[in-house]
């Protein structure tokens, strides 16, 4: 679905260096989500944002941190990436809850190894 | 915090029978409770979905159950096919706050 794009697909980086991954979207949606998953994990918040202003961490924090600098572009940034981070990265839109349309879009993920 | 968990982690049935996932939440206040579905190497998709105000919901194949004062809600597949093969997450979230709470996912194996 290239209503949402994630950018780089597949990442191989090293311990300590900042990595950036970015995530665009053509919906026109409001609210937009990054998620870890990792086997077993299921999908885990790190970040959201309801709005271009607005910026709320999620379950999985620590470690990350987001820029949203338009309504249709959120971005995940590791400032020092480390082996744990190695995993399945997802951005997903949703549309404002006025529209009673609470359904995930999700991007096609961002593969990330940290070696 | 919505806490939600899926039983079983993995669940294998024969080409033609019917599967059963039941996830679990925590928090009285959510009603709205979607899955999505997550083929191998791809995103996760969304399925079917049912709000508080309804017991069960029907599409094809799939359906949808809930029993609110339990606080469970199960995924009920029948005439199973190879490409229901997948992970299936449930999730849960109250309309005010639109913020999904994800089960851990399981891993549905249809034997053709």
């Known amino acids: 679905d290239a209503d949402v794009t994630q950018t780089p697909r597949n990442r191989i980086t090293k311990t300590g260096k900042r990595i950036m991954l970015e995530c665009s979207q053509t919906k026109g949606h409001d609210r937009m989500y990054w998620y870890r998953q990792d086997p077993g994990l299921g999908l885990r918040l790190i970040y959201y944002?309801?709005?271009?202003?607005?910026?709320n961490k999620g379950e999985i924090s620590d470690g990350y941190s987001v820029s949203r600098q338009a309504q249709a572009k959120f971005s995940l940034s590791l400032e020092s990436a480390i082996p744990n981070q190695t995993a399945l990265y997802f951005c997903?839109?949703?549309?404002?809850?006025?529209?009673?349309?609470?359904?995930?879009?999700f991007g096609a993920g961002s593969r990330l190894t940290v070696l | 915090g919505e806490n939600v968990e899926q039983h079983p982690s993995t669940l294998s049935v024969q080409e033609g029978d019917s599967a059963v996932i039941k996830c679990t939440y925590s928090?009285?206040?959510?009603?709205?409770f979607p899955w999505y579905k997550q083929e191998l190497g791809k995103r996760p998709q969304l399925i079917i979905d049912i709000r508080s105000n309804v017991g069960e919901k029907k599409d094809q194949r799939i359906a949808v159950t809930l029993n609110k004062t339990a606080k469970h809600f199960s995924l009920h597949i029948t005439e199973t096919q190879p490409e229901d093969s997948a992970v299936y997450f449930c999730a849960a979230s109250n309309y005010g706050n639109n913020r999904l709470a994800f089960g851990k996912g399981n891993q549905v194996v249809v034997i053709p």
């Open positions: 928090d009285s206040a959510s009603n709205y």
């Open positions: 944002s309801f709005d271009v202003k607005d910026i």
């Open positions: 997903a839109t949703q549309a404002h809850a006025s529209t009673g349309a609470n359904v995930l879009t």
